[in-house]
Each structure stands twice: as C-alpha cells, then as structure tokens.
C-alpha cells in the first residue's frame, strides 16, 4: 500500500482532476478478482459467439454478491452509471499560532512528552483531494479493505506507527461521556466556556482559537525550569512595532518561518543591434546630448538575482531603507548620479497621459502602429524591434537619426529603466519627453529612475511576488562599493571620465559571484560594521567623475519626494546621513506618505497629475529647504552603545534567518559573563545563575551532543606492534630518518586583547537588572530611579525583566577616536581602613597598608603646614575605563599605578587610582582637592560641563 502511495504522488504532478486518478487506477488494475464485469463478459463470449461476437457487454460487479454485498449502494456504481463526478472536501481545521500554520516552541517539549509532537508536525501537510476521493471509491465498509486488481489492501496498525508516529498498543480510547464538561473545562484549561460556546460535550474550536492564540507565560511559571534554561529562545523582531509596521505582512517573516526561498527573477529586456548587446555607433552622438549614453552602457551589465533578493529581504517599505546589522543604509540620489552618470535635478517627470498616442508615435518615430501592436499608450516592445532593428540612414539625413534614436532610448526605457509586468511592452508617455534632445536632459531622470526602483522594491517585498523590474544593476553596484563582502575579489580601478559604475563593465569583472540566496542572506545577518562601508565616494574618485556626475548636488542631501507620473517616492537621506559623513541622530518618523505609496494608473488616464501633484511638485521645486546636511561631521565607526544603535535594535529586525540570529544570544552570553566577573557583579551571582548561560554557549557552538554524551570505553589493546629496527645501512646519514635536515621552529605565543570599554551606561544583563553593568551606578541629579517592565535585545533575543531606570550614557564613538564622557557619580562613602574592599588581587597592590599609612603622612604634614600636593595643577587623571577582570590586570604593568614612597607621587597615585575605578575615596583626616585642566569637556545629556570629578569633590558634605 505504502509503495502504491508512493507511485500516486508521483504522478500527481501529471494527474490532477478525479477522472485523471481513475483512469490512472485501471491502468494499474482493476476490482478484486474482481468478481467484476470484464471476466464474466469474457466468459459470456466463449458460450455465445455468434451472438456477442461483435460486442462485449460488462458487468459492474462483482458476480458474487456475498462478500460485497453494499454494492448497489456503494460509490462506484454511481460511478459506474456515468454520474457526475464527487471529489470530496476534506474537513479539517489546521490549528494556527500568531496567524501562521506553526506549532508554538514552547510547547514542543510537552507535546514530544505526551506523544502528539510528530503526527502533529505533519498535520499542516497539503492534501490531494482528487487522491482520496479515488481511493475511496475502492473502499469496502464490508471488509475495510481498498479492492485493487492485484488484491486487497489496507492501512494498518503498522502504517499508523512507522508514518505517524503514533503507539499502537496502551489502553483503549474509553472514558466518561456524562461528565460536567464545562467544569472539566475550566479545571484543565483555566478558561469556563459560556452558554453558546459549548453545547453537550461539544466546544466551539473558535472559543479554543480566542484565548489560547498566544502564549503568555511569566518567567518561572513552568513546571520545570531546568528544561528550558539550556535552551536558546529568539523571536523575530521588531521589539518596538511603530516603525516598521508591515512586519508581519514582509517576506522576511515568511523565510523566519521557514518557508521556501523565493528568489526574485529580474524582468529586463535589453535591446540589441544587429543580433549583438551593443549600442549603434552613429546614435552615441544624440545620446550623449540627451543624456543617457553612460546608463544605457550599464544595462547590458549580468545582474545576480540572488544578490537582489538578499537585500530585497531587508528593503523596508515604511522607510525607503535597507535595514542592516549596523543600521539603515539606502540607494540615494547620490548613488544614481556617481554609479549611472543621470543627473539628480531639473523638472520633474510628469507630463500628459491622455494624448492620442498612434499620432505621437507618427510624429517624432515616422511610423505609425497598427491594431494589436498599440493598447491604449503601450506599445510593444516587438514592434519597435522590428521597425528600427538596423540603421538605414542616408547621409545628412538627421531627422532619420533622431527617429532611430528615439526608438531605441524607447526600447530601453520599456525593457530596462521602467519595466511593466509583462517585460514586453513599453508605455509611449516617455516618447513626449524625446521631442528634443536638449531639453530631453533638462528633465529629472534621476529621481524618476529612483523612484520607480523604490516602488518595485517596496512591492517585492510581498512574499507572493515573484519578480522585479525596475533598475536592478543600481542595487547590485550600489552593494558591490558599500559591502566588502559581497563584491567580486578584484575591485576595478575607476575610469576617468566616466561615471564610477563603468568600472564593472570591463572584461573579466562581469561575473556575478555565488548565486546562492541563502549565502547572501546568512553574509548580511552577520555583517560586521567595519563591513560595511558609509562613504565609498572618496575626493579623490569624485574629482575623475564627469561633471553630469556631480550636478545636481543639492538634492542629495534633501528630503524630497521622488516623482515619476503616478509613482511619488520619498527621498529619506535623514536615515542614512552616515553616508553623507555626518553624524546621525534618532530619525524622526519615516516621510512616505501611506495614500501615495500604492497609487497606479488604473482608471486614471484623463487625470490632470500637474493639478493634483502641485503641491508635491512644490516641494521638489523648493528641494533646498528641505536639505539635512546641518550635522557634524562623524568620525569613525558609530558605537554599538549610542542612542541611535541602541533606539535602533528595538525599532529593527536585526536578523532574517533565525538559524543566524544565534549569533545575538552569544552576545548576550559574553555580556552577561563579562558582567560576572567584573568587581561590581562578581558578588550578586550563584553557580545556579552560571547554568544557563554554559547550556547557550554548548548550543551555539554546536557542541552539546559531544558535551551531554556519556562516556563510552572501549575494549583494551591485545595484540602490539612496536617500531622495530633494522641494522642496515648504518654509516648512511639517511638512517637518521626524514627530519634529520629540518629546523625546528618554536610556536609564538598567539593572544588577543580584550579592548578597554568605556566610559558610560551600558546593556545590563537580564538576569542582574537590578545593577547595571559599569561602575557607574548612581542617578544624576533629577532623575528619579523607578522599577519598571522594559525589554532588552541583542538583535532579535527579545525578552522583558524588571529594569532599573538609569540615566542614558552612550558614546558616539566607541573605540575609533577620542570621545567626551559623562561625569561620573560617586560610589558610597567608604571609612579607611576598615571598610575599604580588599583589591589587591584587582590591582596588584595593598591599597589598605599604603592609604591608611599615606593619610597619616599627609595629616602630619598638613599640621606641618607644609604642601600636600605640589603637582596639584599639573595633575591630569587618567581616564582607564577598565570594567572587567582581563582589562585591570592589562593595565598591572604600568609603572605609574604603582604607589611611590614620595609623598608627592602619592597623591598622584590616589588620583589615577580614582580615574581606574570612576569614584572618589573620601581620605580620613586629608581632604583631596585637586583641580584638573580646564579643558576636559565632559558631556552630559547633551551639554558640554567644564566640573570634573575632583572638582565635584570639593562640594561633597
């Protein structure tokens, strides 16, 4: 039965419809026995031959009625009878979780313990109605057997067990059926169902739907918390939803949830001349005049559909940006004036639709389309093809020129710039703008090319859609300068003179790389940020660019909608000022308009769009108003910690394939651990604490099976065969073996430092959120310390703790240059020397012995009336944001943390010690006042404060 199942689904692909089955069955064979028609007409032609021998007459069967004694009410003899066709409805009610045909993880465990786990998993399977329905016609009731030709046949105990997974033995299914089930209900479920919702013993499946559709279970309430501390949970993302709001309506939910890959196929017809990719010599002239000649060279250019549909992936239609690991980057007018050589102002793209379009097509291409090549303004594609596939142009003949060059920018536009659906027509509203060539590059082709790109991205981020159009080779040039690791090996020198995307246009750099999606996607959910580079466009390459490469400048840097006819885009670079250089805050809420983002053409032809876009138009027009080039100028790479990373994680969906997002729960751990050992956490933790965080880092590694695995002897050595020796040869140097003329090499020690953290508020672990991670513990002055519920994330790994409140302290350059640093606030008075922690295994010295011994010196010399502190105003203290174990023991060797004898080294001692750890010491009986340079700017929230730590001291009670 199983290798007959088999054989149907495979031909189900060929076989579709209910007829199509049966058929295929009476090829295969036909009844029991069949006690059917056939043999009893053959054995009827035997006894009558003269009267039967031009006819056979059947029988539906079977002859013997004994055994299936249901036919006259069975299926097949309606069949049989030529009724119509009954293809069952298969009725079943697949359970779903958060509007998805999936089983929650968190019940996994449970179902696997009760039995329900794998004939659960294959409950979502597609069914094949046609399939069972003709099955069914061979069902007997009478001996729950399918009767083939070959015999019968049916579904066993045994196929129940090996396909579903289902026990076959245990006690039977037989319970109470007189129970008050409504009680039962709320006993097992929690939930009483309310008259309406259950009727006898019979419950609604959508009351069921209605309170269990999300899991809503604090942490601890589990009945056994050890199985789920080895365990690694990461929800898709975003943490905060009023950003990107399409989440759950985005391809990328579909591949979190394992759906198949969809890679996008690139809709593109590039036209060709003389059966070659090439443009014609004799149009360069006019192209260049109207300014497409450098785009059109880049359309012939191979585009990886891989490559698109990674990115696509992040494409987020609610901003108009690619959402990375480093934060949003996008395709700016910048791009489109440096990669394709189109200029990024002039008029916008807008101009009739409602034109007798067969006259426009006589008038400026001297040809005249038929009935079936013209529908409404498209034409197609075939069509100029064939009219203008060779130049037959007499000398001097300009006009012929200018006609054979319209034609051909035509076929460009329709099968490159601004492909419809169908990738074979082109729309004739951009023929009214190739009258004249001079004022042809006048026109904002730029952003009507961008604008069009945007719209086809935002649609292709819809699962169903199976294709893009649009200027794709922008997206794959655009990533091939920003991402290092995505770009062929051999980067191309730039060209002088030509725009910076003909570079990739020379022999030897057309291929495309790897094809495969899921690489390209696991590589951008791991982009590091030095990945990733903000300004590829350095001063040098911008000054060998032609000057239609550089005009336009202003609009760069604006906020401005993007118009192509019906298709308004915003231009957002207040997201991305990265790649401008600048310095970028927290965006304020994205600028697309949600009323013009699905707008077609549909109905709309008699439209007056210069009437209805005025005031858009306006706004392009006054683009100068609207720049955002007003911020300094960012230096280095932007700090994991500071504001905008951090609003940017919990606005974010930091990973696509969760099999990558892994990656974030080893960020946790490392944070968590760090925290562990560091002088402020190492006493608020128990071993119990350390379990979990060793169970994630088992899992990451992929190294719990070797880890859990018990340990397995194995059987001693009986039989040896040691080296033996042989005496020949013996005054031969070669007998000393094969290493006698090798050199022995030492191994250098290989080590990797852990980086000095700086200075400000960081993540704290989740499992301490009662202390934060730095040294720096204590609120500002007005700001109140409250408990609340707040949810952390490390790119994905969501999950809610009670949070202390502390005030925001982040960087905006962590490691890659000098950085202001909030002023620090002071730890609890400590009584010398009783009360001050042990630290000599922290730093290396008896801080005890040397500072009870050095403030009885300097109170004897304070009554002396001699100096405390000669250096006092040349004393710089020293700014050592060492937080953990590994970073204090770096900073043991140096010569200046060691206490002198010298009362003057002393204090300077005291001081550096204070900068180490970011707190003051209140010493007994010497009161320290020292006063550091003026010039040590330390920011806080948002101001530039002139006190220091020492100064502060001095106003301390």
């Given amino acids: 039965m199983v290798d007959t199942c088999h054989l149907l689904e495979e031909s189900a692909n060929t076989v579709g419809d209910l007829t199509g089955w049966r058929q295929w069955y009476w090829r295969f064979d036909w009844s029991v026995r069949r006690k059917s028609a056939a043999a009893a007409a053959a054995a009827g032609s035997m006894a009558s031959s003269s009267s039967c021998s031009s006819s056979i007459q059947t ?16 299926v097949s003899e309606h069949v049989w009878n030529g009724e119509p066709d009954r293809k069952l409805h298969i009725r079943r009610a697949v359970p779903t979780y958060q509007g998805e045909e999936q089983i929650p993880e968190e019940i996994v465990p449970l179902l696997r313990q009760c039995g329900f786990y794998w004939i659960m998993r ?49 006690a039977p299914l037989i319970g109470s059926t007189n129970l008050v089930w409504a009680d039962l209900c709320e006993e097992l479920l929690g939930v009483r169902p309310q008259e309406g919702e259950i009727e006898g013993s019979v419950v609604k499946l959508s009351w069921l739907a209605h309170h269990f559709s999300d899991i809503n279970i604090d942490e601890g309430s589990m009945a056994s918390s050890s199985s789920c501390s080895s365990s690694i949970q990461t929800r898709s993302g ?25 890679k996008l196929h690139i809709r593109r017809a590039v036209p060709t001349y003389q059966g070659e990719e090439q443009i014609p010599e004799e149009i360069v002239p006019l192209l260049r005049q109207c300014g497409f000649y450098w785009i059109m060279r880049m359309g012939y250019l191979k585009i990886n559909a891989a490559l698109i549909s990674a990115f696509i992936e992040r494409w987020r239609p609610e901003t108009h940006t690619f959402h990375l690991r480093c934060g949003e980057a996008t395709i700016t007018l910048q791009d489109v004036s440096v990669l394709l050589g189109l200029r990024s102002d002039g008029a916008p793209l807008i101009g009739s639709t409602n034109l007798v379009w067969a006259d426009l097509c006589e008038e400026l291409l001297g040809v005249r389309p038929q009935e079936g090549e013209i529908e409404g303004s498209v034409v197609k594609l075939s069509w100029l093809a064939h009219h203008f596939s060779d130049i037959n142009i007499d000398e001097g003949n300009i006009e012929q020129l200018q006609r054979f060059t319209r034609a051909w920018i035509l076929r460009f536009i329709g099968g490159v710039l601004f492909v419809n659906k169908s990738s074979s027509r082109v729309s004739l509203r951009y023929l009214q703008f190739l009258r004249d060539f001079e004022q042809c590059s006048t026109y904002a082709w730029g952003p009507a090319v961008l604008a069009y790109l945007y719209r086809e991205m935002c649609s292709a981020t819809d699962y169903k859609v199976k294709s893009i159009g649009g200027m794709c080779i922008l997206i794959q040039m655009w990533a091939w300068e920003r991402c290092t690791t995505l770009a062929p090996k051999r980067t191309p020198p730039v060209i002088e003179n030509k725009p910076l995307g003909h570079r990739w246009l020379r022999r030897g750099n057309q291929h495309i790389g790897n094809d495969d999606l899921r690489l390209f996607r696991r590589k951008l959910d791991l982009m590091k940020r030095h990945e990733f580079v903000w300004e590829p466009y350095t001063a040098t390459m911008m000054a060998a660019l032609p000057p239609i490469c550089v005009v336009g400048g202003v609009a760069w840097f604006a906020v401005v909608p993007l118009i192509c006819f019906h298709v308004v885009e915003w231009h957002q670079p207040d997201r991305v000022l990265r790649q401008f250089g600048l310095q970028q805050p927290i965006p304020g809420c994205p600028s697309q308009p949600q009323n ?22 306006g706004q392009w027009n006054n683009r100068a108003e609207f720049r955002v080039d007003v911020y300094p100028r960012q230096e280095g790479l932007l700090g994991y910690n500071s504001d905008y990373m951090v609003w940017y994680r919990r606005k974010t969906k930091m990973f696509v394939d969760p ?48 880890i859990t695995e018990p340990v397995s002897h194995g059987p001693a050595s009986e039989r040896e065969f040691p080296a033996q020796e042989f005496p020949i040869l013996q005054s031969s140097v070669e007998t000393r073996g094969i290493g006698r003329r090798r050199e022995p090499v030492e191994a250098e020690q290989y080590s990797q430092q852990m980086m000095e953290r700086g200075h ?12 934060p991670s730095q040294m720096y513990q204590y609120p500002f002055a007005g700001h109140h310390t409250d408990t609340f519920e707040t949810s952390h994330s490390f790119g994905g790994v969501a999950e809610t703790q009670p949070h202390f409140s502390w005030p925001t302290m982040t960087p905006s350059q962590q490691h890659d240059a000098p950085m202001a640093t909030p002023n620090a606030p002071f730890a609890p008075q400590w009584n010398v020397p009783g009360a001050i922690p042990d630290m000599g295994e922290l730093l290396g010295v008896d801080l005890r012995q040397e500072f009870s011994a050095e403030a009885e010196e300097a109170e004897a010399g304070r009554q002396r009336g001699g100096r405390r502190n000669p250096d006092r105003k040349t004393l710089v203290p020293m700014a050592l944001p060492c937080c953990s174990q590994s970073a204090l023991q770096h900073c043991k060797p140096r010569a200046s943390l060691q206490p002198s004898p010298s009362r003057q080294h002393c204090w300077r001692f005291h001081a550096k010690v204070e900068a180490l750890l970011g707190m003051a010491f209140p010493w007994p009986r010497a009161k ?30």
Avoid at 59 to 74: A, E, F, N, T, Y
Avoid at 238 to 262: A, C, F, T, Y
Avoid at 596 to 614: M, P, R, S
């Fill in 59 to 74: 029988r539906s069967g079977p002859i013997d009625s004994d055994v299936l004694w249901m036919q006259p009410k069975h």
């Fill in 122 to 170: 294959m409950g979502y399977l597609k069914i094949n109605a046609a399939l069972i329905s003709a099955f069914i016609e061979r069902w007997r009731p009478e001996t729950h057997t399918f009767h083939l030709r070959c015999g019968e046949a049916t579904i066993t105990l045994q196929d129940v067990s090996v396909l579903l997974g289902l026990r076959s033995d245990g």
């Fill in 238 to 262: 975003p943490i905060d939803s009023d950003v990107l709001w399409m989440q759950p309506k985005h391809v990328s939910e579909h591949v979190w949830n394992g759906e198949p890959d969809r």
């Fill in 596 to 617: 013009l983002h699905g707008i077609t053409l549909k109905g709309k032809q008699d439209e007056n769009w210069f009437h209805l876009l005025a005031p858009i138009i």
């Fill in 659 to 706: 099999n990558n997002a892994n990656t974030a729960a080893l960020g946790e751990v490392v944070e968590t651990l760090q925290y562990m050992v560091s002088p402020q956490g190492r006493n608020t933790w128990t071993i119990d604490d350390l379990v979990p965080y060793v169970d994630k880092l088992a899992i990451i590694s992929e190294e719990q099976e070797r």
């Fill in 760 to 771: 400000g508020m960081y993540y704290t672990p989740a499992t301490f959120s009662e202390y």
């Fill in 928 to 957: 320290l006042l020292l006063k550091a340079p003026s010039t040590m700017a330390l920011p806080m929230q948002g101001t530039c404060q002139k006190s220091t730590p020492w100064e502060i001291a001095q106003e301390q009670p």
